[in-house]
């Protein structure tokens, strides 16, 4: 359930915080697997700043990855790994990132933290908005 939450990008600017729009330029998937290719609309403050990245979806392997394509950064790469467990599931998140203006990477370092736990437990609270407790 939580591999379908995470690969359901189009859904995030309904719950991921900072996520104001996203939009899908091209999208190949089918029974879990394949790739999607998304621009994302991140505002923060008096940022707002557009990327696009590719997603790339693993259901067999239980991973998504996501890998910059265009846009403020000069890397972007995240990874998604699910393990099922007795009553849920385990995630193991990383992300690397490294923007191209000074400015935009030190006002995101210091927020890294508390925006992770927020987008955290965003995730958390829309598997229980749409799979229940």
């Known amino acids: 359930e939580m591999f379908d939450l995470v690969a359901d990008v189009e859904k995030y600017p309904q ?12 999208s ?12 994302m609309i991140v505002s923060y403050a008096a940022f707002r700043e557009k990327f696009r990245s590719h997603v790339t979806l693993d ?7 996501v890998a910059y394509a265009e846009g403020p950064f000069r890397k ?16 193991d998140f990383t992300i690397d990132f490294e923007f191209r203006n000074f400015l935009l990477q ?4 210091s927020v890294f933290e508390r925006a992770f736990v927020k987008m955290s437990d965003a ?11």
Request: hydrophobic fraction near 45%; charged fraction near 25%.
């Open 59 to 65: 259901r067999k392997a239980h991973r998504i990855e």
């Open 106 to 109: 030190a006002a995101a370092s």
């Open 15 to 26: 719950f991921v915080p900072h996520c104001t729009a996203l939009r899908i330029v091209k």
């Open 76 to 91: 972007l790469h995240n990874l998604w790994l699910f393990r099922d467990i007795d009553g849920g599931s385990e995630i």
């Open 28 to 39: 190949d998937v089918a029974d879990g697997g394949g790739s999607i290719l998304a621009d």
């Open 123 to 133: 995730f958390v609270e829309r598997a229980k908005v749409v799979y229940g407790d």
